[in-house]
């Protein structure tokens, strides 16, 4: 018999294993319960769909509980017909279905050194969904945006102390006027083809595609149109990268970045039996035009195989077969370049909070 039973609704019917009051979250890599952070294991990174129970979860504050009857969408600020949208207008709007990989602006932190606060991410603060919705520009255009605005700010449903001490805030993020403006940024209300979960930001969220996720906003409740750049938390206190000249940038595009998912680290192959090295890439700039492999810790690079093109704004598959020729000890690294001419790092550049780390991470395996 299971030890519990978790309803996809999000609520509990039987919680004796702390594991399952969280019925998604249960399946993640923990990394924090309250909020809830996790991040989706090593071996679901090998599938080009994450399913949703393993789509890795960061959360800021408490999932708000949302009953989509009383929710709507309002729209203000800089406009000259504010309006508001109720749940069910906006799911009879013409739907826009659309694959599209988040990753964590902290992903791969934990890999820094010195060592930097924040979430210890390893490798899993990134997933890609197929996420379903009615385009955002419509609703702005219909708003009428006034000529001097400049940025969108979206809030969600959640709040909290963003530090200890600090007063209480709900999420909030701007974009700037073109890029919520796009014609694929969504007001998003399903997920991988199923009505969107509380953790993923029932009854409806942003997906911004190209964007690390911060941008994409859980459980959106409002929209204001704002006539200068918006100060806040989550804009200008966190997500924010130092640059040369040690002055802090706004994070915005991911970075370009591959990883190893196949084999694993640490293994041992056997000599002379051919295995497929794979993995994922992608480029906020655009897609990917190359993956160069190692097999021997970065002395030689051959071009991998691009598998089936990426869809949409998914991340892209590549392999290189190789066979081990001889035991000993090998060293597989990857390396990304996307169509904009930007080429994954060997090395990340350290950052104090730890964000668009990038750098390529050898896999070790054995050969015997
Ligand atoms: N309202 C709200 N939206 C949010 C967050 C949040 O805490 N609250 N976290 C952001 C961050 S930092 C990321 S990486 C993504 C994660 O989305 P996911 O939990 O669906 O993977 O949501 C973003 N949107
Ligand atoms: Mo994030």
Redesign the pocket.
Known sequence: MPLCTCTDAGSITVAEDPACTRPGAAQLVPIDTE?VVGETPIAALRSWLTPTPL???????SVPKIDPADWSLSISGAVSNPTEIPYSDLLRLPKKTLPAM?E??GNNRSDLEPGVPGNPFEDG?V?NAIWAGAPLKPFLQQAGFTPDAVEVLFE???RGEPAPGRPVVP?QRSLPLQVALHPDTLLVYEMNGETLTP???FPV?LIVPRW?????????TSIRVLQKSFVGFFQTERYVMEDEAGIDQQISWMAVKSFVNWPEHGTSLPVGRPVAVSGMAWSGAGPVRRVDVSLDGGETWQDAHLDESALGYSWQQWHVDWTPPAPGHYTIVARAADDSGNLQPLETRWNRLGYCVNGSKPVCVTAE
């Open positions: 909020p789509f890795y979860v960061r959360n800021h504050y988040l964590c602006a603060a997933s969600g449903a959640d999420y953790d993923h930001g969220r690390y996720g911060m941008a994409s906003v859980k459980w959106l």
